[in-house]
């Protein structure tokens, strides 16, 4: 792909996030944080990519994506998020959650607050493997089967809810303030409110058939209630959470584990998922073409829908604003945006015309040319 940087970092970068922007302001983002994982010594990392911290819509990059600022983290980053501007948020694999607050004018990093046995088994610690964040709240998921609800400040848990599954719940999104998404190692989502007092889901979706494990999801930014996953056999599902109990749509995405979805947060038309195989896919939705067609890499391909809810053919009505029912045109178009490379990717994010992934083979990809 065009003006795509890659730098090589020396560690295996597990997760990647746009630090955010105002929503007010044209100006596109211009710092990043990476965690890595399954290193010596693991960090959570700084990165700027414009000039002294600043940049325009217009700019080109000056060279590659600098180091601002590193601090040692205890355990594999499995997830990290931005709870504001200035203060981020992990998940480890030993259990704990933790806050790093940015020092802007020192360029410097420091723990603000750390929940250390946040997931635990009976004899050791158990890896929280997601975190999800509507400040001042703050939502934790593990290998534990465990939901914790946390609060800024706060040094105690605002509510725990223990046995919530069976198995590894391996992320979560806010859906609502009071609602958070769940999905897990058996192939459900499960929907959590917290204003209900009992340690029940309010709802369950499903796979059918084969149990495979998810391992990702993320919500539609305009409409919440349709959601998308991925998961060990590459597959990117498509929900509606008011519909029945199963997947709208399946299609055939990447041939290894997905470990992420992200929809385009202010143009959901556009999806972009990573994966185990080395490819970052951008999915774009249009419905201006004049018949349907399904294009990968500019090649025609197989949209697989192996379970529908709703109408009878749920291709047609994917391909427009992923579930608008009175659409009889469109066109889902996928483009690898990485140079060919066979490590996993294991992260990405995307932020108005920018993106960053990071990866097994030790790099992070940057581009500020995402064409939505």
Same mark, same amino acid.
């Given at each position: 792909?065009?003006?795509?940087?890659?730098?090589?970092?020396?560690?295996?970068?597990?997760?990647?996030?746009?630090?955010?922007?105002?929503?007010?302001?044209?100006? *596109?983002?211009?710092?990043?944080?990476?965690?890595?994982?399954?290193?010596?010594?693991?960090?959570?990392?700084?990165?700027?990519?414009?000039?002294?911290?600043?940049?325009?819509?217009?700019?080109?990059?000056?060279?590659?994506?600098?180091?601002?600022?590193?601090?040692?983290?205890?355990?594999?980053?499995?997830?990290?998020?931005?709870?504001?501007?200035?203060?981020?948020?992990?998940?480890?694999?030993?259990?704990?959650?933790?806050?790093?607050?940015?020092?802007?004018?020192?360029?410097?990093?420091?723990?603000?607050?750390?929940?250390?046995?946040?997931?635990?088994?009976?004899?050791?610690?158990?890896?929280?493997?997601?975190?999800?964040?509507?400040?001042?709240?703050?939502?934790?998921?593990?290998?534990?089967?465990?939901?914790?609800?946390?609060?800024?400040?706060?040094?105690?848990?605002?509510?725990?809810?223990?046995?919530?599954?069976?198995?590894?719940?391996?992320?979560?999104?806010?859906?609502?303030?009071?609602?958070?998404?769940?999905? &897990?190692?058996?192939?459900?989502?499960?929907?959590?409110?917290?204003? *209900?007092?009992?340690?029940?889901?309010?709802?369950?979706?499903?796979?059918?058939?084969?149990?495979?494990?998810?391992?990702?999801?993320?919500?539609?930014? &305009?409409?919440?209630?349709?959601?998308?996953?991925?998961?060990?056999?590459?597959?990117?599902?498509?929900?509606?959470?008011?519909?029945?109990?199963?997947?709208?749509?399946?299609?055939?995405?990447?041939?290894?584990?997905?470990?992420?979805?992200?929809?385009?947060?202010?143009?959901?038309?556009?999806?972009?998922?990573?994966?185990?195989?080395?490819?970052?896919?951008?999915?774009? &939705?249009?419905?201006?073409?004049?018949?349907?067609?399904?294009?990968?890499?500019?090649?025609?391909?197989?949209?697989?829908?192996?379970?529908?809810?709703?109408?009878?053919?749920?291709?047609?009505?994917?391909?427009?604003?992923?579930?608008?029912?009175?659409?009889?045109?469109?066109?889902?178009?996928?483009?690898?945006?990485?140079?060919?490379?066979?490590?996993?990717?294991?992260?990405?994010?995307?932020?108005?015309?920018?993106?960053?992934?990071?990866?097994?083979?030790?790099?992070?990809?940057?581009?500020?040319?995402?064409?939505?």
């Amino acid at each position: 792909m065009e003006c795509i940087n890659a730098k090589f970092v020396s560690q295996k970068i597990s997760k990647t996030r746009w630090r955010p922007v105002s929503s007010a302001s044209l100006q *596109q983002p211009d710092i990043f944080a990476t965690g890595s994982w399954d290193n010596e010594d693991n960090k959570v990392s700084i990165w700027s990519v414009g000039e002294h911290g600043v940049s325009s819509m217009e700019d080109e990059f000056e060279g590659d994506p600098q180091l601002l600022c590193e601090f040692k983290h205890d355990g594999d980053v499995l997830d990290l998020q931005f709870l504001d501007m200035e203060r981020i948020v992990t998940a480890s694999s030993t259990g704990a959650v933790t806050i790093f607050r940015h020092h802007h004018n020192s360029q410097t990093l420091s723990v603000a607050q750390r929940w250390d046995r946040a997931h635990f088994y009976s004899c050791d610690n158990a890896p929280c493997t997601g975190v999800v964040c509507s400040s001042p709240e703050i939502v934790s998921v593990g290998e534990d089967g465990r939901i914790m609800l946390f609060r800024v400040e706060h040094k105690g848990v605002i509510r725990t809810i223990d046995n919530a599954d069976s198995s590894t719940i391996h992320a979560a999104t806010f859906l609502r303030t009071t609602e958070v998404l769940t999905v &897990n190692s058996i192939g459900q989502l499960k929907l959590w409110d917290f204003r *209900q007092r009992g340690n029940e889901p309010s709802q369950i979706l499903s796979l059918t058939g084969d149990r495979v494990p998810l391992h990702c999801v993320d919500k539609n930014p &305009n409409q919440q209630h349709i959601v998308a996953t991925g998961g060990q056999d590459g597959m990117l599902c498509i929900w509606d959470v008011r519909q029945g109990n199963m997947p709208f749509s399946l299609m055939e995405a990447h041939s290894a584990e997905m470990w992420e979805v992200h929809f385009h947060p202010s143009n959901p038309e556009h999806l972009f998922t990573c994966s185990e195989d080395g490819s970052l896919w951008h999915w774009e &939705n249009s419905t201006n073409s004049d018949t349907p067609s399904f294009l990968q890499g500019g090649r025609n391909t197989t949209i697989t829908s192996r379970s529908t809810v709703g109408p009878a053919n749920a291709n047609q009505s994917l391909i427009s604003s992923w579930l608008n029912n009175d659409s009889s045109k469109g066109r889902l178009e996928t483009t690898n945006m990485l140079p060919s490379q066979t490590m996993s990717v294991n992260s990405l994010d995307v932020l108005g015309q920018c993106m960053v992934c990071g990866t097994d083979g030790e790099a992070i990809y940057v581009t500020k040319r995402v064409p939505v």
